[in-house]
C-alpha cells in the first residue's frame, strides 16, 4: 500500500544535492491562477550535508526563486523530505509569473506572454518586455525540474523567450 503524503503550507523541505550540500524550500501558498497548485519559495543559502536544520534560520534566508510545483511527488520520489515547519512566510504579494499561450511552438519567440501574481487573474501583455522580464516561469514544473534549478541554479527545459 503506497504511503499517504500529507504537505500543509509552512511546512520546510531538504533537498540533498549529490551528497555535497543542502538546500532548503518552503511551501507557502495554492495558486487558484495556476492549476491549485503549491507555490513554495527556494532559499539562496547552501549548507553543509551535516547540517541539523534550525528552521527559524533557514525561513529568515533571502529567496533565490519561486515556483510552482506538485509537492508530493518530490516526496514520493524521495527527492526532498520534510524538515520542519513556519508561519513565516514571508511578503509574496509581488511576487510574479509569467507564461506564454503559444509555449512548445517550436523555435518561434512568443509574443503571446500572461504574467500574473499569486491568486490574482493572468493579464495579458504580448511581447515581454524588460518590465516583465524577471518574472518566474509560471507553469507548474515537475520535480525533476526544481531540482535541476537547485543544482544548476537554471531549468534545463528552454523555451524561447524564458
Not at 72 to 78: R, W
Not at 123 to 129: I, R
Request: hydrophobic share 35%.
Amino acid at each position: 500500500m503506497a504511503k499517504r503524503i500529507v504537505t500543509k503550507i509552512g511546512d520546510v523541505f531538504c533537498v540533498e544535492i549529490d551528497n555535497q550540500c543542502k538546500r532548503y524550500f518552503q511551501y507557502i501558498v495554492n495558486d487558484m491562477e495556476q492549476l491549485n497548485s503549491s507555490v513554495i519559495r527556494v532559499f539562496k543559502l547552501h549548507y553543509p550535508i551535516d547540517y541539523k536544520p534550525i528552521i527559524d534560520d533557514i525561513v529568515k534566508d533571502e529567496v533565490e526563486f519561486y515556483a510552482h510545483t506538485i509537492l508530493k511527488f518530490g516526496v514520493l520520489y524521495d527527492a526532498w523530505y520534510k524538515v520542519g515547519t513556519s508561519k513565516e512566510f514571508g511578503d509574496f504579494s509581488k511576487v510574479l509569473f509569467r507564461s506564454s499561450a503559444d509555449a512548445g511552438n517550436g523555435e518561434m519567440i512568443s509574443e503571446r506572454w500572461y504574467v500574473w501574481h499569486i491568486n490574482e487573474p493572468h493579464v495579458y501583455v504580448g511581447k515581454l518586455t524588460k518590465e516583465y522580464q524577471h518574472a518566474e516561469r509560471g507553469g507548474v514544473m515537475s520535480y525533476t525540474s526544481i531540482l535541476d534549478r537547485l543544482k544548476y541554479g537554471d531549468y534545463m527545459s528552454k523555451y524561447p523567450g524564458y
